[in-house]
């Protein structure tokens, strides 16, 4: 088992950065495949970047070019770098690890995070 905890939300205005961290705790997250989640009020929870099988990584079309995640084993933390942030970008944003086999993520987000609020302001 893995207890993630997310950090490193704030407000922040339009075209600003942020890096989100996600600790972990348990289970190493070499075990896991990783990634984030953001859920705005009124809207269903969203895929924003994570780490596939064979380490390749998927971004949301939305955050493409913008968004970076990557990950630290040696530090338990998996980070989410965030450029040129837009209003939209405001979300609840989580962390969540999905059990790896191999190079082979399994389906399905196993363990999640409380969640870190980004809010951007125009």
């Known amino acids: 088992q893995v207890q993630l905890v997310e950090s490193g939300g704030e407000s922040v205005q339009s075209g600003g950065s942020l890096r989100l961290s996600c600790g972990a705790s348990?289970?190493?997250?070499?075990?896991?495949?990783m990634g984030w989640f953001r859920q705005a009020p009124g809207k269903e929870r969203e895929g924003v970047a994570n780490?596939?099988?064979?380490?390749?990584?998927t971004y949301a079309d939305s955050v493409k070019g913008r968004f970076t995640i990557s990950q630290d084993n040696a530090k338990s933390t998996v980070y989410l770098q965030m450029n040129s942030l837009k209003p939209e970008d405001t979300a609840m944003y989580y962390c969540?690890?999905?059990?790896?086999?191999?190079?082979?993520?399994?389906?399905?987000?196993?363990?999640w995070g409380q969640g870190t609020q980004v809010t951007v302001s125009s």
């Open positions: 969540g690890a999905m059990i790896r086999v191999g190079e082979r993520c399994l389906e399905g987000y196993t363990y």
């Open positions: 780490f596939d099988t064979d380490n390749t990584t």
């Open positions: 348990g289970d190493p997250i070499s075990y896991y495949c």
